[in-house]
């Protein structure tokens, strides 16, 4: 399986009229957060079956396509690097992982990270030193903020949430709406799904000053007398 077969399979899947569609909807224009993203207009479903027929893509290839203006490149080389962790040994979980953090700045929208951050660097993450994590928080680049709140995600389904609300705290005054939008869906994920009540001792502290977007997300599933205490400053 070469680079040059798994590109010509993903062109032959091109839709430009989706590709229209999908330049809007993730902000690529001048000035926005995804500027100069290209876009072939191909459905995540058809990325994943792409990403499962070229499980076996060598390291390099994969390399090559996360270098690729093209946004489906990136994102199907990300879906085979986590077919590829999930399956290898730790040896080889380290090299995933590597290699995943060497591309911060290729892994540059949303879904690129929400998609592949907690299966990657989450899950490599479970049982090791995770300070990695508080370095990416403190980054100026908003993706790698956003792969740091993300990563969590896998610490979470797994019942934790102590670095879910430590990386919240790292970014709780976050200016951007990127970021804003992770950390509340982090907050929210957290209460729902290990502990509310850790998930409202971060928000008495913060929430007559975060984000309104932020408070929101996090908010979202409680009643509404709830949602009434915490939206009024």
Known sequence: MSLKEIKRDIELL?????????????????????????????????????????KDLSLTDIQQLLNSKIHEHRLIALLILIQKFDRAEEDAREQIFELYLKNTHNINNWDLIDLTSPSIVGNYLLDKDRSILYKLAKSSSIWEKRISMLATFEFIANGEVKDTLAIAEILVNDKHDLIQKAVGWMLREAGKRVSQKEEEKFLKKHYKTMPRTMLRYAIERFDNKKKEFYMKK
């Not at 926005?32 to 459905?43: A, N, P, Q």
Request: charged fraction near 25%; proline fraction near 5%.
């Open 14 to 54: 091109a839709n430009p009229k989706q590709a229209i569609l999908l330049q809007r909807f993730f902000k690529t224009g001048k000035g926005e957060y995804g500027e100069g993203d290209v876009f072939l207009g191909i459905k995540v479903p058809v990325q994943r079956s792409v990403a499962k027929k070229y």
